[in-house]
């Protein structure tokens, strides 16, 4: 039994370190050539994993990793691609404020002075003017003789009416005879009813012969006193347009036809016609004051006063049109002359500058481009006041906060998108 142990302890120790001890040398014995003993396979360790595979399968998640982010960044690109190219497609605009104005006590409106009265002189008749009396700047009264016309064609025609009219004359004298002269007969029956009814006729036939006679002659007779050109009113001559021996043809044919003769202006009072924005126009009113002014006469004010309006807002301007007469007894106004007419009403309209540039001229009437908190368009109907050249008055439509496009395009729309351009020190963007 401790042989047999002994064995057992020497296998183990040959299956740990692999190796087989040594052989004992020892005696043979009965107990050898008993039955061998079962022993169980060796224990070994696992298999080892495989290197070309590993290696295979991290250059695959490698490669799809890098496509992965290729894709991805392409994808980046494309969307900053699209949201430059629609930034860059928003229009850049410049902007200003309004600049405010301190309330003014009186309201300037320019005008130009006009005649009350002004009338072109035509000829009535035709002929060859013989000679004028009254040239540019003469004062005549009403009823004073302007030129003489030569009109040998209707002295003719009149001496050939008078005479047809004594041909008219002659032939109702014999009608009315013959008339008579058959009425008595026709009481005796030296006729018959039917003769004395054709005497009759002929003798009333006469009678309207001779009033057209008449007409005719009345006719040319008022046609050859237009021979003599009269001042129609009291005024200044303030056109000559003829010469002695210049062809003379009736009537006003237009702009190619006749042309006058002269042109005669009554210059007391004269007429000077504003146009009063809406905002003022509740004060104007027949017999408001106001003064004029005029370069020529600097310091000095010519009283005025409102004669009428016209009860209307134009439409395109916006503006209450106003006359305003202003008297001219010593004609030193002269008619035609520009000024500005001073009215002093009862209403104080906020009133702001803008640039000229900034105003949208387009059918629906003047109009500016103001930029919202949202930066998109918002057009704007506007009040204008009056116009300083560079820059425009403006009573109604924007105020001091509002953003307002300088020089939009033409095509700019309502709620279209801009950008503002960084705004330079002196308030206007750049």
């Not at 405010?100 to 005649?115: K, N």
Request: with cysteine; net charge negative; proline share 8%.
């Amino acid at each position: 039994m401790d042989r047999q142990d002994k064995s057992a302890s020497d296998y183990e120790r040959q299956n740990s370190d692999g190796s087989s001890p040594a052989p004992e040398q020892h005696a043979p014995s009965l107990d050898e050539h008993a039955a061998p003993q079962i022993t169980p396979p060796p224990k070994l360790p696992p298999a080892r994993p495989r290197r070309a595979l590993m290696i295979l399968g991290v250059c695959v998640l490698v490669l799809l990793l890098g496509g992965l982010m290729s894709m991805l960044s392409r994808i980046h690109d494309s969307h900053v691609l699209a949201e430059e190219t629609q930034q860059d497609a928003v229009p850049i605009v410049a902007v200003v404020h309004p600049t405010p104005e301190r309330p003014d006590e009186e309201l300037v409106l320019p005008g130009t002075l006009q005649a009350f009265v002004e009338s072109p002189i035509y000829a009535r008749t035709n002929g060859y003017l013989l000679r004028w009396y009254r040239d540019i700047g003469s004062r005549v009264k009403k009823g004073d003789l302007l030129a003489d016309i030569d009109t040998p064609e209707v002295d003719q025609e009149l001496r050939q009416a008078r005479a047809a009219r004594q041909q008219v004359a002659a032939a109702l004298d014999l009608a009315k005879i013959n008339s008579v002269r058959y009425q008595a007969l026709r009481k005796t029956d030296s006729v018959s009813q039917e003769e004395a009814d054709t005497q009759t006729s002929g003798y009333e036939q006469a009678v309207a012969n001779l009033a057209a006679a008449d007409a005719n002659v009345k006719r040319l007779e008022e046609l050859e006193g237009f021979k003599r050109v009269y001042a129609p009113f009291d005024g200044v001559i303030t056109r000559r347009t003829v010469d002695p021996g210049a062809l003379i043809n009736a009537g006003n044919g237009g702009g190619t036809g006749p042309q006058a003769m002269f042109s005669i202006a009554k210059s007391d009072p004269l007429r000077v016609f504003v146009s009063v924005p809406q905002a003022y126009s509740p004060a104007m009113h027949v017999g408001v004051p106001a003064t004029i002014t005029l370069q020529e006469f600097p310091g000095q004010r010519f009283t005025a006063e409102v004669a009428r309006t016209a009860d209307a807002i134009d439409i395109s301007s916006r503006t209450l049109l106003t006359e305003v007469d202003v008297p001219n007894k010593d004609g030193k106004l002269l008619p035609g002359s520009f000024g500005e007419v001073h009215f002093h009403p009862s209403i104080n309209a906020n009133k702001v500058t803008i640039p000229q540039n900034a105003m949208l001229f387009r059918r629906e009437g003047p109009q500016v481009a103001v930029v919202g908190p949202d930066n998109k368009v918002q057009l704007r109907h506007i009040t204008i006041g009056r116009d300083f050249g560079n820059t425009l008055e403006i009573v109604g439509g924007v105020d001091v906060n509002d953003r307002i496009i300088v020089n939009p395009s033409d095509s700019i729309e309502d709620g279209q998108k801009v950008n503002v351009a960084p705004q330079k020190q002196g308030g206007q963007s750049s």
